[in-house]
């Protein structure tokens, strides 16, 4: 199995609601990531967790909160969002190893209304 | 992070040889390169990856500038189904993965 699962697919989601999206992997890698894409942008980093601990923040507002509740999950809490937050959000896993490439999921589409 | 640079589009002829460049001038030793690609409304999907020697596999090469400040993406024989964008990224040991801005490829049947 060397798919990473990212539910939902889509989402819309109004400014006060509380909403998470999931990613899974059983490829039994170690470093898992959340991207942001903006249409017609290259996807930015947001966080990386490495052994189911939080190894990068990349500045990103509270209303984001990651969670890895185990080596094959990885959520990300939304809270308080802003129309502006609207984009494709992507997970990301590798294993730890140095010469290893990432897989990545199709993204869940998020809307902001 | 390490950044790289890519031209922003390029065009090839179906079943022509591309080259795809990136300039990755401050590039540490143990950075790899990394090449993915990304099909409109899907996620990034790996091309090619190496440290110091070209590299091939079943879907491209990678040239790698003997200062390692540069490196090259060949697709054989262009398709339709390789029009997309392809992104160039230096993954380090801090297992950060910075995605640069990327050449959107149009292949013209």
């Known amino acids: 199995d060397t798919e990473v699962t990212q539910t939902p697919k889509h989402l819309v989601m109004g400014m006060t609601n509380k909403k998470s999206l999931k990613c899974e992997q059983h490829?039994?890698?170690?470093?898992m990531y959340w991207y942001k894409q903006k249409a017609k942008k290259p996807p930015e980093l947001m966080f990386v967790y490495s052994y189911e601990k939080l190894s990068i923040n990349e500045s990103v507002p509270s209303r984001f909160s990651p969670e890895c509740p185990n080596s094959s999950l990885l959520n990300l809490h939304l809270h308080a969002l802003q129309p502006e937050d609207s984009a494709l959000y992507l997970c990301?896993?590798?294993?730890?190893?140095?010469?290893?490439?990432?897989?990545f999921g199709q993204g869940t589409r998020l809307t902001v209304v | 992070d390490a950044k790289t640079t890519q031209p922003n589009s390029m065009e090839s002829n179906e079943e022509e040889p591309v080259h795809l460049p990136c300039n990755h001038s401050t590039i540490s030793g143990t950075d790899y390169i990394h090449w993915y690609r990304q099909l409109p409304s899907q996620g990034p999907e790996y091309v090619i990856h190496g440290l110091t020697s070209n590299v091939n596999n079943r879907m491209a090469s990678l040239a790698i500038a003997e200062d390692r400040k540069s490196s090259t993406l060949i697709l054989h024989r262009a398709t339709l189904r390789d029009a997309a964008v392809y992104y160039c990224i230096l993954l380090n040991t801090g297992n950060q993965f910075y995605f640069g801005t990327g050449t959107s490829l149009t292949v013209i049947p």
């Open positions: 990301a896993s590798r294993s730890r190893t140095k010469n290893t490439e990432a897989f």
């Open positions: 490829m039994g890698h170690r470093a």
